[in-house]
């Protein structure tokens, strides 16, 4: 079972940095690329994305669509209601969706009784002028705007919550507390006697931020889609939405990377400093070329665009730590 968000109130780790885009002279045609092989959702972000009533929302509709087609479906039981209990038994969920015509975002975090988490998060980008709410005001600002409550558990999350307790609720996120959280569900104090080790844990951080992600090798131990979407009219948006906790990050196409050499170098960054991290990402340039870039595991993400009649699935190698050199498929490669 994938370890649970152990920390109360907790949330996921839900970086959504996928639309950084190097100037073109023109736009290439309409694409949807979203992590994962849910192919369901990136079809349901490419029909939006041609029926929008209106073009210059087509991108965000496309991206809130088919991220709520994932939220629906429990992609996973990684995305959505029903999955990732918390250490009380309590799915709480993620979103974040942010527009590249006028680099607007809003986000959810923690959001409670509320499935509907990606179009909570466009609701607070639309109709606030806060970039992030969480918890229960995030909650009361969703019931607000019209969203509905609701119970958020599934029997299969309340049986894994319990499963979870009765292997005396292990994995978890605790450290340097007592009892030993490696032994015990708590309830936990400080131990002061492992001051010691805290700062050696500080002043080796990756071992420490490693030591949760390190066991989530298979793809339903996950926790995200992302997903880009480019219009008819090249403009850009990306959102995401979880249960759970991951990474992802993304910068060089600024500089005149593409999207291969951005996945790549971003991926070798984060693995100098995080020898142990297992994540994965992709990239999207304006043209809507892309390419993958994974760590500690096979990747894989979805696409569609003017040439497909239906999505394909894109299969990403991880990185050879060994030669530092990333093995990635990009579109011109498939």
């Not at 931020?209 to 992302?226: F, G, M």
């Not at 009649?309 to 991880?318: D, H, L, R």
């Amino acid at each position: 079972m994938k370890p649970l968000n152990a920390m109360r109130g907790a949330t996921s780790h839900l970086l959504l940095c996928l639309i950084s885009v190097i100037a073109v002279s023109t736009y290439g045609s309409p694409v949807v690329v979203n992590t994962w092989p849910f192919v369901d959702a990136t079809s349901e972000a490419w029909r939006s994305l041609l029926e929008s009533a209106d073009p210059n929302f087509a991108a965000l509709n496309a991206v809130e669509q088919g991220c709520s087609k994932c939220e629906n479906d429990q992609c996973d039981f990684t995305v959505g209601y029903g999955g990732s209990p918390d250490e009380d038994g309590e799915t709480t969920l993620d979103a974040m969706i942010m527009s590249g015509k006028d680099m607007q975002v809003g986000s959810v975090c923690n959001l409670r009784h509320v499935k509907d988490a990606i179009s909570t998060a466009r609701l607070v980008m639309d109709r606030s002028t806060h970039t992030t709410l969480s918890g229960l005001q995030a909650t009361a600002f969703a019931q607000e705007m019209g969203m509905m409550l609701t119970n958020l558990s599934t029997p299969a999350s309340s049986s894994a919550f319990y499963s979870w307790k009765e292997a005396r609720c292990q994995p978890n996120f605790r450290c340097h507390v007592s009892p030993k959280a490696s032994e015990s569900c708590g309830p936990y104090k400080q131990d002061n006697a492992e001051s010691d080790q805290l700062y050696a844990d500080s002043a080796n951080s990756h071992i420490r931020h490693s030591s949760a992600s390190s066991t989530w090798p298979s793809r339903q131990d996950h926790d995200t889609i992302a997903m880009v979407a480019i219009d008819a009219k090249g403009n850009i948006a990306a959102g995401a939405s979880s249960n759970g906790a991951s990474h992802k990050v993304v910068e060089s196409m600024r500089q005149g990377a593409t999207p291969k050499q951005a996945a790549e170098d971003a991926v070798q960054r984060i693995v100098k400093h995080y020898p142990l991290y297992v994540g994965a990402l992709f990239a999207v340039d304006k043209a809507g070329n892309h390419a993958g870039a994974c760590h500690g595991w096979t990747f894989q993400y979805a696409f569609q665009d003017n040439t497909l009649n239906a999505p394909q699935i894109v299969t990403v190698q991880p990185v050879n730590i060994k030669t530092k050199q990333v093995n990635t498929l990009d579109n011109a490669q498939r």
